[in-house]
Nanobody, 120 residues
């Protein structure tokens, strides 16, 4: 059973960089043909795919967030990390990590999500 767990600060100040980590257990993030995504849901809005890091280490980002987003991984810890720079209150959302085959869904495993609020 694959499990994903998000972690990181729940409160970030405007203009700072948001950093979240997804720790994976029950499966390796380097296993072939799996992809590991970050997805968020602002309050009252739909889900927004942010980006993905594939088993190979290649990354892809949402065009609307590409200039501010970076996804990296630590294979020794079986973790992947999201960094979102220059945050504004509009980045307030529930942030999820998830697994699928390509990065575009459908996702078979999700983390429980972590709430991030951007406020001074």
């Amino acid at each position: 059973q694959v499990q994903l767990q998000e972690s990181g600060p729940g409160l970030v100040k405007p203009s700072q960089t948001l950093s979240l980590t997804c720790t994976v257990s029950g499966g390796s993030i380097t296993t072939s043909n799996y992809a590991w995504s970050w997805i968020r849901q602002p309050p009252g809005k739909g889900m927004e795919w942010m980006g993905v890091i594939r088993y190979s280490g290649s990354t892809y980002y949402s065009p609307s967030l590409k200039s501010r987003t970076s996804i990296s991984r630590d294979t020794s810890k079986n973790q992947f990390t999201l960094q979102l720079s220059s945050v504004t209150p509009e980045d307030t959302a529930m942030y999820y990590c998830a697994r699928d085959r390509t990065g575009w869904g459908p996702y078979d495993y999700w983390g429980q999500g972590t709430q991030v609020t951007v406020s001074s």
